[in-house]
């Protein structure tokens, strides 16, 4: 996503089936070890490389998947350690997390409201969470399906049937 500003932001994936290629301008500020360079970005991201080829092989086309899906981010921002290593928003110190949070809750819920889809579908746990957290009793159906992180061993072992099966299961997906 910091490349490409697309959620799961797998450069080929975007360029290739959502059809997207932009120039990104570089931040004032940016990571020296994690510097912006958008599609001449040569670093894979294989939890949107899994994301993205689940759903061209299931919809084709992109226009289809979007006719009756959309990916967001809960947190569109991005944080990194001095290494250059991601830190997503859960292990942020409570002080750094509280207002960042309350801003994401605010957002989902207006995103939810304005667009009235029928489920949310957290994309791991701490998404799935956040939605429950979030939007109230009766707005939304809630579900979850696996993250496609390769840190996770479950999505290593055959993550696109997973997310199939839980969409199943969901009847999100029949």
């Given at each position: 996503m910091v490349q490409t500003g697309v959620p799961f932001g797998e450069i080929l994936a975007v360029r290739n089936w959502l059809a997207?290629?932009?120039?990104?301008?570089?931040?004032?500020?940016?990571?020296?070890?994690?510097?912006?360079?958008?599609?001449?970005?040569?670093?894979?991201?294989?939890?949107?490389?899994?994301?993205?080829?689940?759903?061209?092989?299931?919809?084709?086309?992109?226009?289809e998947f979007f006719a009756s899906h959309i990916v967001m981010n809960y947190c569109?921002?991005?944080?990194?350690?001095?290494?250059?290593?991601?830190?997503?928003?859960?292990?942020?110190?409570?002080?750094?997390?509280?207002g960042l949070i309350a801003a994401c809750d605010r957002h989902l819920k207006r995103v939810v409201a304005i667009l009235e889809p029928e489920w949310v579908v957290g994309i791991g746990d701490f998404a799935t969470r956040r939605a429950v957290q979030?939007?109230?009793?009766?707005?939304?159906?809630?579900?979850?399906?696996?993250?496609?992180?390769?840190?996770?061993?479950?999505?290593?072992?055959?993550?696109?049937?997973?997310?199939?099966?839980?969409l199943q299961a969901l009847k999100v997906w029949d």
């Open positions: 997207i290629e932009a120039p990104i301008r570089r931040p004032p500020l940016e990571h020296p070890r994690r510097p912006i360079t958008g599609f001449a970005c040569t670093r894979s991201e294989i939890s949107g490389q899994r994301l993205w080829r689940l759903f061209a092989e299931r919809f084709g086309h992109a226009d569109p921002l991005a944080f990194l350690e001095s290494t250059g290593r991601n830190r997503t928003p859960d292990k942020l110190a409570p002080a750094e997390r509280n979030a939007l109230p009793d009766g707005m939304v159906k809630i579900g979850r399906i696996l993250h496609p992180s390769p840190a996770s061993p479950s999505a290593n072992r055959g993550w696109a049937g997973a997310a199939i099966r839980q």
